[in-house]
C-alpha cells in the first residue's frame, strides 16, 4: 500500500515536472525570432528626431530585391544595401563593413560582437567602431505605427577614426533598439553619440508583402 501511494506521488510529481517544462514560468524564456522573410516590396516610414518628439515620418525603406547575398532597396529614394539580416551596408548617409546589430535568431540573454569600418557620408570622416551587443529582454513598445511584441537589444560602441581636417574621433556611443517581428524590422532605436547627441528612429508606418 506504502508503495502504491509512492508511486503515485512520483507519478504526479513527474507530471508536473513536464508541465513546467513545456510552459515556462517567464514567457521571454520561451521567445526566439528568426531571420525575417523581407520581401521586394516591402516598405517602413521612420521619423528620426533630435531633441523634440515628432511622428511625420521623413526617412522611407522600400525594398527592391532581396537575394540569398543580401537586400538592395532605396532611402528616400537613393541606394540602400542591407544583410541579409537587415543590417545596413550603406545608405545615403554611412556605410559600414561588417555591421551585425542584429544577429538572427534573437532570443533573451543572446550576445555577440563585432568590429566594423564606418564612413559618415555627410562630414567625410571614417574610422572603425568595436560593438557589444546583447538582447535584454523580450517586451511590448509602442511607436506611432502601434504596439508591438519586440525584443530589446543594448549595444556599446567604442568608436576610433579621422576626419577630413585629421582631427581624431575617439569615445563610446550607447543604443537601445527593439525589433519586432511582426513589422520584420527595427521599430524603435534611442542611440546616445558624444559628436551629434541623443536621437531617436520611431515606425510611422509599414506594408508589408506576403
Given at each position: ?28 524564456m520561451a521567445q ?92 567625410g570622416a571614417r ?84
Amino acid at each position: 500500500m506504502t508503495l502504491c501511494k509512492s508511486g503515485a506521488v512520483m507519478s504526479r510529481a513527474a507530471s508536473m515536472a513536464i508541465v513546467l517544462l513545456a510552459f515556462p514560468a517567464d514567457p521571454a524564456m520561451a521567445q526566439r525570432a528568426n531571420r525575417p522573410d523581407v520581401k521586394a516590396g516591402d516598405r517602413w516610414q521612420f521619423v528620426v528626431y533630435y531633441t523634440v518628439p515628432s511622428t511625420t515620418p521623413n526617412r522611407t525603406w522600400v525594398i527592391t530585391s532581396v537575394t540569398p547575398a543580401g537586400i538592395e532597396g532605396t532611402e528616400d529614394g537613393e541606394p540602400l544595401r542591407l544583410t541579409p539580416e537587415l543590417n545596413v551596408l550603406e545608405s545615403p548617409r554611412h556605410k559600414d563593413s561588417s555591421p551585425k546589430a542584429l544577429a538572427f535568431p534573437l532570443e533573451v540573454g543572446k550576445r555577440w560582437n563585432y568590429v566594423s569600418d564606418w564612413v559618415f557620408k555627410a562630414k567625410g570622416a571614417r574610422g572603425r567602431a568595436a560593438v557589444d551587443v546583447v538582447v535584454t529582454a523580450y517586451e511590448k513598445v509602442s511607436v506611432p505605427a502601434g504596439e508591438f511584441d519586440a525584443f530589446r537589444l543594448e549595444a556599446r560602441e567604442r568608436l576610433s577614426g579621422t576626419s577630413p581636417i585629421d582631427s581624431q574621433y575617439a569615445g563610446e556611443t550607447t543604443r537601445t533598439f527593439w525589433y519586432a517581428p511582426a513589422a520584420r524590422a527595427i521599430v524603435r532605436i534611442v542611440s546616445h553619440n558624444p559628436y551629434l547627441g541623443p536621437s531617436t528612429v520611431e515606425l510611422v508606418a509599414f506594408d508589408l508583402r506576403r
